[in-house]
């Protein structure tokens, strides 16, 4: 009786995991397109993925991250009609959330007198797709706006971030972030858009 036991357990593990491979493989586009996809495919690749990336990023403890923007998120201001192409953050194709605080004046994507009120949290879901077409989870990024003169390093803005297996990553946020979001976006505040062509309302 205990041999049957055990060798059903190990017969649900096997079609668990050759579900779960299946599904990933669903998710990959029909082509062997690296970065080089339509907007409707690269929405076609999030739509198969977005249940399980948040899966994902929900998985264990956050940390200092707070809990509430991981599980949140996704009920959010969604601020770009599909994925956007790759550019920053490691050449993934980014999907952007806004909260209730920031979403208004965000959705504006100003270029310059730019007034985003503090406690917008800004949170990017993440994918890439090899150029043999394998999709790849990315890391769930965020932006957090504190009060004035809280963290002038980095014109205000808390930056964090969370892997695919919900681990909270350890990043320096001026070097890793602030940087490059000062370095390319300053005239708009720190912000990064979507391009433009993926901007809801565009």
Known sequence: MKQKLIGAFAAACIMALASTSAQAA????????????S???AQAVYDCLKGDLHKGYMKGGKGWIPAAFVKNYQNWTI?????A???FHGSRFLVTYVNKV????YL???????NIPAGTVIAKESFKVTAKGKVRKGPLFFMQKTKAGKSPKTMDWYYMAV???GKPMKINPVKA???CHLENFSDRGGLGYPIEEARVGN
């Not at 601020?79 to 994925?83: E, F, H, Q, R």
């Open 26 to 37: 669903n998710c990959n586009p029909s082509k062997k397109a690296g970065d080089d996809l």
């Open 39 to 41: 907007p409707v495919e």
């Open 79 to 83: 601020a770009s009609k599909y994925p």
């Open 85 to 87: 192409a790759p550019g």
């Open 102 to 105: 920031g979403a208004a004046e």
């Open 108 to 114: 504006k994507f100003k270029e310059e007198n730019v």
């Open 163 to 165: 892997s695919p297996g």
């Open 177 to 179: 972030c602030s940087k």
